[in-house]
């Protein structure tokens, strides 16, 4: 499976953006697909995932899911992570990933490029 992402950018505090990662492949909804996201001399932090149907989706915690939310759509081999209410400290470079886990790095096996989020105060 092949990854990218991509719709990150330069945004001020309280604007929206949604990133997309497209799939290669024919497994794409047999995978969990996630993202997460890094910034600089810190580990990557898992942020949402969605599972294979799409059914149940999992975040970080409740304040990110009031503000994110992760959609996917396997017609199209695409996950989506819609960002509003953007604050200055979700700036990262955020990764989509792919495979069985949920909530750790340790459990994808797949990863994208990452794309930069940049939010302005």
């Known amino acids: 499976v092949q990854l990218q992402a991509s719709g990150g950018g330069l945004v001020q505090a309280g604007g929206s953006l949604r990133l997309s990662c497209g799939a290669s492949g024919r497994t794409f909804s047999r995978h969990v697909m996630a993202w997460f996201r890094q910034t600089q001399g810190k580990e990557r932090d898992f942020v949402a995932a969605i599972s294979g149907s799409g059914e149940r989706t999992y975040y970080k915690n409740d304040a990110l899911k009031g503000r994110f939310t992760i959609s996917r759509d396997n017609a199209k081999n695409q996950v989506y992570l819609q960002m509003n209410s953007l604050k200055s400290e979700d700036t990262a470079v955020y990764y989509c990933?792919?495979?069985?886990?949920?909530?750790?790095?340790?459990?994808?096996?797949?990863w994208g490029q990452g794309t930069q989020v940049t939010v302005s105060s």
């Open positions: 990933a792919a495979g069985a886990g949920i909530y750790t790095t340790q459990g994808y096996t797949y």
